[in-house]
């Protein structure tokens, strides 16, 4: 079980970036996927980034390659998102999310109902 808060979040002009962290209290040991999940109103939830923390495998939405980069720090047991480039359409609720162990087998990073811990979300808005 894992405990998830974001910080990082605010308001930002098109083009400009942000940097969004997520602290982990871990209660369990292993390895996770840690994850960076949005939503937008009216839209459903989404997969921006996710990394395996004992592989270090990392994989990211098509919509925010080349702009996104998701990193961690171990050691604090922080997972990070630094955005760049920032398009108004990016504007959405952010999300951390964990999943302890592999990935359930047939299932892509970026299917939502295998991440169990959930922070509360940290609000992004990109202004044109």
């Known amino acids: 079980q894992v405990q998830l808060m974001e910080s990082g979040g605010g308001s930002v002009q098109a083009g400009g970036s942000l940097r969004l962290s997520c602290s982990a209290s871990?209660?369990?040991?292993?390895?996770?996927?840690m994850g960076w999940f949005r939503q937008a109103p009216g839209k459903s939830r989404e997969g921006v980034a996710a990394i395996d923390e004992g592989s270090g495998k990392i994989a990211y939405a098509d919509s925010v390659k080349g702009r996104f980069t998701i990193s961690q720090d171990k050691a604090k047991n922080n997972v990070y998102l630094q955005m760049n480039s920032l398009k108004p359409e990016d504007s959405a609720i952010y999300y951390c999310?964990?999943?302890?162990?592999?990935?359930?087998?047939?299932?892509?990073?970026?299917?939502?109902?295998?991440?169990?811990?959930w922070g509360p979300g940290t609000q992004v808005t990109v202004s044109s």
């Open positions: 871990r209660y369990t040991s292993g390895d996770y996927w």
């Open positions: 999310a964990a999943h302890a162990g592999p990935l359930w087998v047939g299932y892509s990073w970026n299917y939502e109902d295998q991440f169990g811990d």
